[in-house]
């Protein structure tokens, strides 16, 4: 079929995730955590303490070599983006699909996390290729690990599950950019359609920065 052809493409290029596209909002039932997200909270890292950034920045100040070497270690921080409290705080912008076969689609996060409730997110068209292009800030604090997991569904089956590490970041005034690696569309009677998707960014400590549910439709054209 043409879906497991496209899990084999992505197996060979050495990817994690079972490929299919993007995503939807389906039943309550297909949203539910599956046994790998409780499997991954329950791995979680137990860490020390967390201090506040400034606090760290203040420390030891008088000492060059150490201010030196906080530098290289935290890179250049923006101290107006930097709080009281050790918690990070991680905005994410916007989400840009980038396709050689169309301009740019630049998506806005919702602040209430709900996309469109009334349709789909996007269409987007059959045997495309794409790349998921990924705008967010960090102040506050540095945050560690930060994560991106996507689940897709169609018809209440799982067919897509993608993990991928953004990295660690510290606080900055201007917006952290990933992009990651390009993609391609299934295409033919059984991939066009409706799909439902569930977003995630979480960090090493698994503290959700975001989590959306949304829907989309990959068609025979991009309208």
Known sequence: MVLEDEKKKGEASGETSEKIG????NSESSLSPTEDDEED???KLELGPMIALKEQLEKDKDDESLRRWKEQLLGVVDLEDV????????KILDLTIRSPDREEMVLTIPDDGLPNPKGPWFTIKEGSKYTLVFNFRVTNNIVSGLRYNNTVWKTGVKVDSTKAMLGTFSPQAEPYQHVMPEEMTPSGMFARGSYSARTKFV???NKCYLEINYTFD?????Q
Not at 22 to 25: A, D, E, G, V, W
Not at 218 to 222: E, F, L, P
């Open 83 to 90: 709080g009281e409290t050790p918690d990070p705080v991680v």
């Open 41 to 43: 909270e329950d791995k």
């Open 22 to 25: 993007l995503s939807r909002k």
């Open 203 to 205: 960090d090493d400590d």
């Open 218 to 222: 990959i068609r025979k054209s991009w």
